[in-house]
């Protein structure tokens, strides 16, 4: 993004301020934060100046992204692949009453999650990569640009991978109101091993097919009692029926 954009997408979301903000970062480096008050949502969001915080800030918070009208009061949500947090806090706004658990592997973006989950205390950050199975990965930039959002993980060492069903147990959630995945492609590797889909009543899902063909795949694969719905970059999947207390639809 040239300075001129930058500039322009910094004024558009948060006025003169963030036009000041922006201007002094690339001038001296400083400020690093942005502090963004949003209408709806309870605490200023921290936002990582010269990131792409401001497009996840925007699409997420102002333009709602993942606002979908399910028909029930979810009490466990799942955002893997949580960035810097938008996600989580969009629902902890939406539904407090939800056990949120926000799973990022990348360690700056794992930071920023923490500062901005900080004041919800129905949000729980943890440090790991969603995968296949339980052992490793490696997080590496991904990309044309190579920028906050386009951060990847494949085989390799450096960062916690973690399954479904290893999640939840190691959190306490025996079955998952709400699944929200962006994870940059990993997808399809974690849904080529889904014993777990029965465990889920609405999945929110971005899928990138551009980066790696199968994903879309993948997930129809074990989604085929879903409700398909797409809107924007993000596909939803809901189930038509409600889980009974051992996993099943009735």
């Known amino acids: 993004m040239n300075i001129r954009a930058s500039a322009t997408i910094y004024y558009e979301n948060f006025g003169i301020r963030g036009l000041l903000a922006i201007s002094a970062n690339r001038v001296c480096g400083f400020p690093k934060y942005f502090a963004a008050p949003t209408v709806g949502i309870q605490h200023p969001v921290l936002v990582r100046l010269r990131t792409s915080d401001v497009e996840l800030y925007k699409s997420v918070l102002l333009e709602s992204e993942y606002d979908y009208a399910v028909p029930f009061s979810p009490s466990t949500i799942i955002d893997a ?64 640009l190579k920028r906050k959002w386009s951060f990847r993980v494949r085989t390799g060492a450096g960062c916690r991978a973690i399954t479904l069903p290893t999640l939840m147990h190691e959190t306490g959630i025996d079955e998952i109101d709400i699944l929200k995945i962006d994870v940059e492609g990993a997808e399809r590797e974690i849904f080529s091993n889904c014993n777990w889909m029965d465990k889920v009543r609405f999945l929110a899902i971005e899928l990138h097919d551009r980066y790696f063909s199968g994903c879309s795949e993948a997930v129809d694969a074990v989604t085929k009692d879903l409700r398909k719905t797409q809107r924007g970059p993000v596909t939803f999947y809901s189930r038509k029926k409600r889980l009974t207390t051992s996993g099943h639809s009735s």
Not at 89 to 109: C, G, L, R
Not at 127 to 141: I, K, Q, S, T
Request: hydrophobic share 40%.
């Open 81 to 144: 692949g949580a960035n810097c947090g938008m996600t989580s806090i969009f629902y902890a706004n939406k539904y407090p009453d939800a056990k949120i658990v926000a799973v990022e592997p990348e360690p700056s973006n794992y930071a920023a999650l923490v500062r901005n989950s900080a004041r919800y205390p129905n949000i729980m950050p943890v440090y790991g990569a969603l995968w296949n199975v339980d052992g490793e990965v490696e997080v590496f930039p991904g990309g044309r």
